[in-house]
């Protein structure tokens, strides 16, 4: 017989600091199913999403994961999951890994039961104190000091891991992100410049800093995070969705024919329904569910394709599905903005011509000549996508880019040179930051 498993669903309802039940989330044999609890639709609380409303019967979802895609972004990421199995010593899957983990993810939501190890964060002076136990201790002993210890000192060779924890600083919570091995050095310090490079290029992004250990050996980035509020009596959460889950790219072919299929269409024609399903087009598009009204819409996109312009002149090509997001700013009122940018990294070696991450350009049929996707980034494909899909004029889009161009070619070298990088390891980015042709 396939094992039921049932886990409780808390939501950090706005301004507040403590969780509220808002549910009971059922998982069998890949298929899921949430049930808003009774009191929480008494109290006429609001929806947890858009596809989520809030009424007494059960939600089901059963393609992708089995797991509503907005509890999945609550759940760990590649790093967590091996901080967590390695602990456990097993594998764990999806189900186990939601209602395990630390409850310091992103977004308001949390599974499972709330253990006080779960909800521990601690503050910087605490985890400082933690690295000179292990240095006087010779090793790390606790649970804890063994979560620092992995973060410091990147004791992981997992492809696309990034070290990583949630610290306070007076009152304001922090991500920490630390260098993985064989990252450059500077990472932290590179991608706090390209932050503050968004900014000044009219990109809402984070807010990040480097912050340089006591040892003088090891430096991260302190990332603000934009869904913690402080607030009198500690910290209130804010939801967020990935525009993976936004896009459903949880989903798989049903079956080996299909997915065969698709990736034929994708070698002879450039294009297929799965790629178009994972393309900035797509996220552009639904926005309109989330972002509540047209006037919210047509700034959603417009604010998505300066990110997009950005990237492209900072040769940033990890720009996928779930390095976007949204920020729920009204619950009651079910409306969502973009997050701030985030994980904004100019690579060291990069091509003249940027391929990003999703296809930011769709051309439709002509004559003989099938649908296109784009992903190469040039000026001219970025002012027809401007115009086709995301809310420009030719005029504004083209003051707009070449505004962002004229920043970014005379300010990199001294953004990164604030950060504290040498005259010779700025050099090396010059090829990065050549001009967009």
């Known amino acids: 017989m396939v094992e039921e498993r049932i886990a409780p669903v808390w939501v950090w309802l706005p301004g507040q600091t403590t969780s509220t ?5 059922k998982y069998v044999d890949g298929r899921g199913q949430f049930t808003y609890d009774t009191a929480y639709l008494d109290a006429k609380h609001p929806s947890l999403a858009p596809d989520m409303p809030a009424k007494p019967r059960p939600l089901k979802i059963s393609d992708g994961t089995g797991i509503f895609p907005i509890f999945q972004d609550a759940g760990p990421d590649t790093w967590g999951l091996h901080l967590l199995e390695r602990r456990k010593e097993r594998q764990i899957d999806a189900f186990e890994a939601l209602t395990l983990c630390p409850v310091d ?5 949390a599974l499972g039961d709330l ?15 933690v690295l000179d136990e292990i240095k006087a201790q010779g090793k790390a002993i606790t649970d804890v000091q063994e979560q620092v210890l992995d973060a410091v000192e990147n004791g992981t060779s997992l492809g696309g891991t990034k070290p990583k924890l949630t610290l306070v600083r007076n009152g304001v919570q922090y991500l920490v992100k630390f260098p993985a091995k064989g990252d450059d050095p500077w990472l932290p310090h590179i991608e706090s410049a390209m932050l503050k490079l968004a900014k000044r290029c009219g990109v809402d992004a984070c807010e ?9 050996r090891n430096t991260a980035l302190l990332i603000k995070r934009f869904d913690r509020t402080p607030v009198a009596r500690g910290q209130s959460r804010i939801g967020f969705v990935s525009a993976h889950s936004v896009l459903r790219l949880d989903k798989q072919p049903l079956n080996a024919a299909q997915a065969d299929a698709g990736l034929l269409s994708f070698s002879t ?17 639904a926005l309109a569910r989330w972002c509540g009204g047209r006037e919210h819409h047509l700034e959603a996109r417009r604010e998505l394709w300066r990110r997009i312009v950005f990237n492209a002149m900072i ?11 949204l920020l729920c700013v009204d619950m009651v009122g079910k409306r969502w903005m973009l997050a701030p940018a985030y994980d904004l990294v100019a690579p060291l070696l990069a091509r003249d011509k940027p391929s990003l991450a999703l296809a930011y350009l769709y051309i439709g049929p002509k004559g003989q000549h099938p649908p296109r996707l784009v992903w190469a980034a040039s000026r001219e494909d970025l002012y027809v996508s401007a115009i086709t899909h995301y809310g420009y004029k030719i005029d504004e889009a083209m003051e707009q880019l070449e505004a962002m161009q004229a920043t970014v070619q005379t300010c990199w070298r001294d953004f990164l040179a604030h950060e504290g990088m040498p005259e010779e390891a700025i050099e090396r980015y010059r090829g990065t930051f050549s001009e967009l042709q």
């Open 21 to 25: 039940l808002a549910g009971q989330f």
């Open 105 to 109: 993810g992103v977004g308001n939501l």
């Open 115 to 129: 253990t006080e190890e779960r909800l521990r964060v601690l503050e910087i002076d605490e985890f400082l104190a």
């Open 208 to 216: 990040g800093e480097v912050w340089q250990l006591p040892d003088g």
């Open 269 to 285: 024609k450039g294009f297929n329904n799965d790629s178009l399903r994972k393309s900035y087009v797509a996220f552009a598009d």
């Open 315 to 325: 040769r940033n090509t990890d720009d996928h599905a779930r390095n976007h997001g």
